[in-house]
């Protein structure tokens, strides 16, 4: 059986007034040609498939098409829903989408009321799909417990989500393919863009270790990075988003999961790169460097440029998205401000000292000697 695994799409967010919605469908475009050309049999949208509980309807509509055209495949699609989806909304349409073949889990549910899915094949290959949709604090931790204690609280969490995927994943048979999807953080996973672990100290997570022994892979969503978790007792991965959301995504790859799999061995997962979405990039440069550069990176996607200067100057924004429209971010280095206490003159100082006080404050640097024998200049005909 072959399964492929996406995830965190945040279809509609609203980025620097961007949609982007053109290129999450060209990256969904190209999974979408990959799942017809290989004859995948079974598609795992781990949650945030929506940036928010209300998208607008351009968003929907795209999410509806692709699902309608993996249902004209003949592809069976499982979605759980994400901490930014609204669970009421994916239960709503769910209902009427399961005529394209998608089946929607929007709350953690037991086994026997929908928390455990079964697909067979038509050549009889069978798979078990436990599902566990994100659980808000709220719906593991009561109020108390937040009230008196934040460890005991974050350690009931981690707790619950374990005894979840617990009794979920007492369904799997020996004789099927076995599968969680979850939607939630685990511990020791890294963040995107940065490096820093996730800890149950930190964040609201579970174990690795909470994770079932016994399946052929789990597909992880809410973690944009994607990534292996190396500390999980079966294959686990967080998918990651199909394209880079934020400048803290800079540089990573964004693929989706390949997963062939059958009973009672170890299943082949591989990953293939999303085609589409334009990069997120970083340029620092003077206004003369960026106007030599003007072409190549009119084409380099969505810039965040950095300008270092001696000076401020209110028209550089304007002058940097003149040159380049794709410019996202544009901000000024000015060099490192002086103390606090260089900048203030003494009481009773001469009026030069005054002024190249203000000069510092004002733009970040020492006025040169012209200036202060100008400034001395208007000073003596103010005086006379």
């Known amino acids: 059986m072959r399964i492929v695994h996406t995830s965190d799409w945040h279809a509609g967010r609203l980025?620097?007034?961007?949609?982007?919605?053109?290129?999450?469908?060209?990256?969904?475009?190209?999974?979408?040609?990959?799942?017809?050309?290989?004859h995948a049999d079974l598609l795992l949208v781990t949650g945030d498939i929506f940036d928010t509980g209300a998208p607008v309807a351009e968003a929907e509509r795209l999410v509806f098409a692709f699902l309608k055209r993996m249902?004209?495949?003949?592809?069976?699609?499982?979605?759980?829903?994400?901490?930014?989806?609204?669970?009421a909304r994916l239960q709503a349409w769910g209902s009427l989408a399961e005529l394209a073949g998608v089946h929607v889990v929007a709350r953690p549910?037991?086994?026997?009321?929908?928390?455990?899915?079964?697909?067979?094949?038509?050549?009889?290959?069978?798979?078990?799909?436990?599902?566990v949709p994100f659980a808000s604090t709220r719906d593991l931790v009561s109020a108390a417990m937040l009230a008196e204690s934040d460890t005991a609280a974050r350690q009931r969490y981690a707790d619950g989500l374990r005894r979840i995927v617990e009794q979920l994943c007492s369904k799997f048979e020996p004789?099927?393919?076995?599968?969680?999807m979850a939607h939630t953080h685990i511990d020791g996973a890294v963040l995107s863009g940065s490096e820093r672990e996730v800890h149950v100290g930190e964040q609201w997570a579970a174990t690795a270790q909470a994770l079932p022994t016994n399946a052929h892979?789990?597909?992880?969503?809410?973690?944009h990075r994607p990534q292996r978790l190396p500390a999980a007792p079966s294959p686990a991965e967080y998918a990651g988003s199909p394209?880079?959301?934020d400048f803290g995504e800079e540089g990573e790859q964004k693929s989706f999961v390949v997963i062939d799999a059958e009973p009672r061995s170890p299943a082949s997962i591989r990953r293939v790169p999303y085609k589409g979405a334009k990069p997120l990039r970083t340029v620092r440069a003077s206004l003369q460097e960026l106007e030599a550069q003007t072409t190549e990176l009119s084409q380099a996607g969505w810039l965040r440029i950095r300008v270092p200067s001696v000076s401020r100057d209110p028209?550089?924004?304007?002058?940097v998205r003149r040159l380049l429209p794709n410019a996202v971010t544009v901000a000024v280095e000015?060099?490192?401000?002086?103390?606090?206490?260089?900048?203030?003159?003494?009481?009773?100082?001469?009026?030069?000292?005054?002024?190249?006080?203000?000069?510092?404050d004002r733009h970040g640097c020492e006025p040169d000697e012209a200036l202060i024998a100008a400034f001395e200049d208007l000073m003596a005909q103010v005086g006379h």
């Open 15 to 38: 980025w620097k007034n961007l949609r982007r919605l053109d290129e999450l469908e060209a990256a969904l475009g190209s999974l979408a040609e990959f799942i017809e050309t290989e």
């Open 71 to 87: 249902g004209a495949a003949g592809v069976k699609t499982i979605v759980i829903a994400g901490n930014h989806d609204s669970p």
């Open 109 to 131: 549910q037991p086994a026997d009321k929908g928390g455990v899915i079964h697909f067979e094949k038509r050549k009889g290959e069978r798979a078990v799909i436990a599902a």
């Open 175 to 180: 004789d099927a393919i076995n599968l969680l």
């Open 217 to 223: 892979y789990v597909a992880l969503g809410h973690i």
């Open 243 to 245: 394209m880079q959301l």
């Open 315 to 319: 028209d550089l924004n304007a002058k």
């Open 334 to 360: 000015l060099p490192e401000a002086l103390p606090s206490e260089s900048l203030r003159p003494p009481a009773g100082a001469p009026p030069k000292e005054v002024f190249a006080a203000y000069f510092r």
